[in-house]
């Protein structure tokens, strides 16, 4: 989502147009003609989720180095 809002912020059609053609179809089924191009969107779409993945981690990590955290824990003890 946040791809299809710079590119429509920044007005970039081609781009919104190469997005949207990375997105399954209404009937469920993945993008693409062959097998082949199923497996690229499959591993893009895997990329990105680990990704995301990785970055709450991260978030994660941060939070719990807070005083506010460690303030919580104690109280929970």
């Given amino acids: 989502m946040r791809r299809i809002n710079a590119a429509y912020e920044a007005h970039d059609l081609d781009a919104l147009q190469r ?15 062959t097998i082949s191009a199923r497996i690229a969107w499959a591993a893009a779409q895997i990329g990105r989720l680990e990704q995301t ?4 981690q991260a ?7 807070t005083d506010k955290y460690r303030m919580h824990e104690k109280a929970q003890a």
Wanted: glycine share 12%; charged share 25%.
């Fill in 19 to 33: 997005l949207e053609a990375e997105l399954p179809s209404k009937d469920g089924a993945f993008p693409g003609a």
């Fill in 53 to 56: 993945l990785a970055g709450i």
């Fill in 59 to 65: 978030d994660i990590i941060r939070l719990k180095a």
